[in-house]
């Protein structure tokens, strides 16, 4: 099936640093999309990307549709406590209903 | 609260008994999700309706896995002679038509089978 290369798999920050991940595929995807997801919870939409080059921002966070369509990137600035959880990058491919999903993006953050 | 409910949240069972979870989407969203998430991945689809219409199945949906949406609201998911490998977190999420790529989850039912 589909692959999404999320990366990285893991990060280990300060408070108060910024936070970048990407994630990458050998498919052209005509939606991105990125959640985060708390233990026992499901993911939560942080941001919905529809067209290429598109920059949106969502509070401290910006995420990019990249302009091959084949890429994306979260951003995240001024850490907080409260970031800490697993990120999901997911994408549409053009007819698809179903979304494809990423390996995820652990955030840990040191107070 | 708005948002996609699931029930139950949490579910163990012993091998070889049937279980149904119930999923009940945002109140004008006419499509309807299914997914399976393992410990360390992200979820993979298992099937959709859009209103009763069940439209698309996985191949990971065996012939164990049922899915209905009998009215177009509310859905159900059963899972017949479950096995180990069922164990996971059944995600249902839902998106209006026009709008389909957006998906909203629910917070899930996490199922084990001892």
């Known amino acids: 099936g589909q692959q999404l290369n999320q990366s990285p798999q893991s990060m280990f920050i300060q408070e108060g640093e910024d936070v970048s991940m990407n994630c990458t595929s050998s498919s052209i995807f005509n939606t991105w999309l990125w959640y985060k997801q708390d233990p026992g919870e499901g993911p939560v939409l942080l941001i919905a990307l529809y067209k290429a080059g598109e920059l949106t921002s969502n509070g401290r966070l910006t995420a990019q549709f990249g302009i091959t369509r084949k890429d994306s990137f979260l951003n995240i600035s001024a850490s907080i406590p409260s970031d800490v959880g697993i990120y999901f990058c997911a994408g549409q491919l053009k007819g698809a209903q179903k979304l494809v999903f990423g390996q995820g993006t652990r955030l840990t953050i040191n107070p | 609260d708005t ?34 998430q393992t410990l360390g991945q992200g979820p993979e689809f298992l099937t959709y309706f859009q209103n009763e219409a069940q439209l698309e199945k996985s191949r990971l949906l065996s012939n164990r896995f049922s899915a209905e949406r009998p009215k177009g609201s509310f859905s159900t998911l059963e899972i017949q002679r479950t096995e180990q490998g069922d164990s996971a977190m059944y995600l249902c999420a839902s998106s209006l038509h026009r709008d389909y790529s957006t998906q909203y989850f629910g917070p899930g039912t996490r199922l084990t089978v001892l």
Not at chain 2, 14 to 30: A, L, M, W, Y
């Open chain 2, 3 to 36: 948002g996609v409910s699931q029930d139950p949240r949490h579910k163990i069972t012993k091998r070889g008994q049937n279980v149904t979870f119930r999923c009940d989407p945002i109140s004008e969203h006419n499509r309807l999700y299914w997914y399976r």
